[in-house]
Each structure stands twice: as structure tokens, then as C-alpha cells.
């Protein structure tokens, strides 16, 4: 068994761990082993998400784009996922 990857959360521009240290676990449901650790989000992480969010709708470089900035900056995050598609792939397959 190979150690399980340790994920975090993406808030405010970093990637972070749950406020109070938690972790759940990940397990193949095929084989039972752990192969991932996440962070137990709490309701305080939650608001700092969701306030970040509203920071970043509203304060930032997104509420000043034109709708033709946003559709290109949406195509190179689709282009930048569909990059990664067989990391993510090969994730949810081991999730599920």
C-alpha cells in the first residue's frame, strides 16, 4: 500500500488546511485502503470560503473583465483542466 496523498483546501488564493487541524479519510472502495487524507472543513472555513468568494466576485479583477476577458479566462481553465484530465481521472476512479 502506497502512503495516502495529503489534499487541502483552495481558499483565498492558498491552498490550507481545515481551521481546527481535522482530516477525513479517503478509502478505495474496491480494496478499503486509505488513499487520501482531506481537510474537515468547519463552518468557520466555510465563511472564510464564502467571503473570499464574494471579495473575489466583487473586489476583484473579475467584476471589471468584460464578458469576452471572462469567456477566455474560463477557456484556459477548461484548457488547463482537460491538461490534467488523466490525474482526475485516475482520482475519481480511486474514489469510486
Known amino acids: 500500500m502506497t502512503e495516502p496523498i495529503a489534499l ?16 477525513l479519510t479517503a478509502a478505495n472502495p474496491a480494496t478499503g485502503d486509505v488513499w487520501a487524507t482531506f481537510p474537515a472543513a468547519t463552518a468557520a472555513d466555510v465563511d472564510r470560503a464564502v467571503r473570499a468568494a464574494h471579495r473575489a466576485m466583487y473586489e476583484g479583477p473579475w467584476s471589471r473583465m468584460t464578458a469576452t476577458q471572462r469567456g477566455k479566462t474560463l477557456r484556459r481553465m477548461a484548457e488547463s483542466l482537460g491538461q ?3 490525474r482526475i481521472a485516475e ?3 480511486r474514489d469510486t
Do not use: K
Request: net charge negative; charged share 40%.
Open 8 to 23: 487541502q483546501m483552495y481558499i483565498d488564493g492558498r491552498l490550507c488546511d481545515a481551521a481546527d487541524g481535522r482530516r
Open 84 to 86: 490534467r484530465a488523466d
Open 91 to 93: 482520482i475519481e476512479t
